[in-house]
């Protein structure tokens, strides 16, 4: 009779959705290509952050230039343009697969995994620093908390109800940054 009961219990507990909710919907697989005309320039908005960074360090009287620089485009702002390299990067084509509880994205030069469970899951950059990271899902929307050891990238990734278009809000907060850069790109449906 309690065994009973606690499968009946557990069962009406709600579950963490690990595919679309209506069969047959739209879901986030498939190729994607950047829609400039609604998108933020991100690497503007990285430099614009880090440069207000510089300027609130110079002020304190801890000038020079960002850690690991000589005065070089902040991480993500320069360089490849459009590819996905450090937090302020978006790339201008992206592959995304999710299946069994897991979001593959690659944008060509890199391949990140995500559990969707809500579980952390620790793993290392390409440039060696550590990173914790929880996804969940629900519905049509992705969301992404990344931990680093100075800073924090929150990821949503919202598919339309036609499952077209995606947008990727990224919030971004790393070292002495004041206040989170916040960052929207769209994606439409390729294939």
Not at 76 to 104: F, K, N, T, Y
């Amino acid at each position: 009779m309690i065994g009973a009961l606690l499968l009946v219990g557990l069962s009406a507990l709600p579950r963490q959705s690990s595919s679309p909710e209506k069969p047959g919907a739209p879901g986030f697989s498939g190729t994607w290509e950047r829609d400039p005309d609604r998108s933020d320039d991100a690497q503007e908005k990285m430099r614009a952050a880090f440069e207000r960074m510089q300027e609130e360090m110079e002020r304190r009287g801890r000038g020079g230039p960002p850690p690991g620089g000589s005065g070089a485009p902040p991480p993500g702002g320069g360089g490849r343009e459009g590819r996905g390299g450090g937090p302020g990067q978006v790339p201008e084509e992206l592959e995304v697969e999710h299946e069994a509880g897991e979001l593959r994205l690659d944008d060509g030069e890199r391949l990140q995994i995500f559990y969707l469970d809500g579980q952390k899951h620790r793993r290392a950059m390409p440039n060696g620093a550590k990173l914790e990271t929880v996804a969940t899902l629900q519905g049509t929307v992705v969301l992404i908390e990344e931990k680093l050891a100075r800073g924090k990238i929150e990821r949503k990734l919202e598919l339309s109800e036609d499952g077209e278009s995606m947008v990727i809000t990224l919030n971004i907060k790393i070292g002495n940054m004041k206040e989170p850069v916040l960052i929207r790109t769209v994606y439409e449906r390729v294939e």
